[in-house]
């Protein structure tokens, strides 16, 4: 049974910086791919970073490219989300995502398997 669990959520100041971290367990398969998504009330869930943990290769949605860095330990089986130069507008749920395939569509919350149970940024 796969576990996604997050921390390093919590409150800043716009311009600020926050670091998500995701530590993934219990699977017997490692992740092709994982990724971070953030849900504000009453809104879609959006994609914002994921990571091919086979290649390396990193997507990110507009909004975030050149101030969200996405990365991927593997010894640690855990994936950072590096958030720097924070705005009022990324204020939300933010959830970590694993998937056990590869896809075309790393951004999408509907090709992963296993989610995180969210934590909570504030930007003020």
């Known amino acids: 049974h796969v576990q996604l669990v997050e921390s390093g959520g919590g409150s800043v100041h716009a311009g600020g910086s926050l670091r998500l971290s995701c530590t993934a367990s219990?699977?017997?398969?490692?992740?092709?791919?994982m990724g971070w998504f953030r849900q504000v009330p009453g809104k879609e869930r959006e994609g914002v970073a994921a990571v091919s943990t086979d290649t390396g290769i990193r997507y990110y949605t507009n909004s975030v490219k050149g101030r969200f860095t996405i990365s991927h330990d593997k010894a640690k089986n855990t994936v950072y989300l590096q958030m720097n130069s924070l705005k009022p507008e990324d204020t939300a749920m933010y959830y970590c995502a694993a998937m056990g395939g590869v896809t075309q569509t790393p951004l999408s919350d509907q090709v992963y398997h296993y989610w995180g149970q969210g934590t909570q940024v504030t930007v003020s």
């Open positions: 219990g699977y017997s398969v490692i992740p092709k791919c």
